[in-house]
C-alpha cells in the first residue's frame, strides 16, 4: 500500500508556471510507476506523463517541451513542472502509482492502483 498526497495546484493566468509535489508514504515497492493524470470537467480522466523505476520517461502530446515529469526517490516524492500554461490545462490533477517496475501503461488510468485526492489548476486567459 502506498498514499499518495498532491500539492502545489493553484490558479494562474495563460503563460505561467506551477511545480505540482505528489508526497508518497507507506510501501515504497509500491510505487514503482508513477504518474500524472488530469481530469477536466465532462472529460475522461487522461494521462500527462509518467515515470518508471529506472527513470524513463512518456509525456502525452499536450504536454510534451512545456511540462516536465521528475521523481526524487530520498523524498518519496514526484513532481509535474508545468510551463507556459494555457487555458486547456485546466483540470484537477492526480498523482498515481503502481507496483509494477516498468509501466505497463503510462497513459492508461487502469495500470494504476494507487491515487492521490488531486490537487486542482486553473488556467485563465
Known amino acids: 500500500q502506498v498514499q499518495l498526497v498532491e500539492s502545489g495546484g493553484g490558479s494562474v493566468q495563460a503563460g505561467g508556471s506551477l511545480r505540482l509535489s505528489c508526497a508518497a508514504s507507506?510501501?515504497?515497492?509500491?510505487?514503482?510507476?508513477m504518474g500524472w493524470f488530469r481530469q477536466a470537467p465532462g472529460k475522461e480522466r487522461e494521462g500527462v506523463a509518467g515515470?518508471?523505476?529506472?527513470?524513463?520517461?512518456r509525456y502525452a502530446d499536450s504536454a510534451k517541451g512545456r511540462f516536465t515529469i521528475s521523481k526524487d526517490n530520498a523524498k518519496n516524492t514526484l513532481y509535474l513542472q508545468m510551463n507556459s500554461l494555457k487555458p486547456e490545462d485546466t483540470a484537477m490533477y492526480y498523482c498515481?502509482?503502481?507496483?509494477?517496475?516498468?509501466?505497463?501503461?503510462?497513459?492508461?488510468?487502469?495500470?494504476?492502483?494507487?491515487w492521490g485526492q488531486g490537487t486542482q489548476v486553473s488556467v485563465s486567459s
Open positions: 498515481a502509482a503502481d507496483r509494477a517496475l516498468f509501466c505497463r501503461s503510462y497513459f492508461s488510468p487502469s495500470s494504476f492502483a494507487y
Open positions: 507507506g510501501s515504497t515497492s509500491s510505487s514503482h510507476c
Open positions: 515515470i518508471n523505476s529506472v527513470g524513463n520517461i
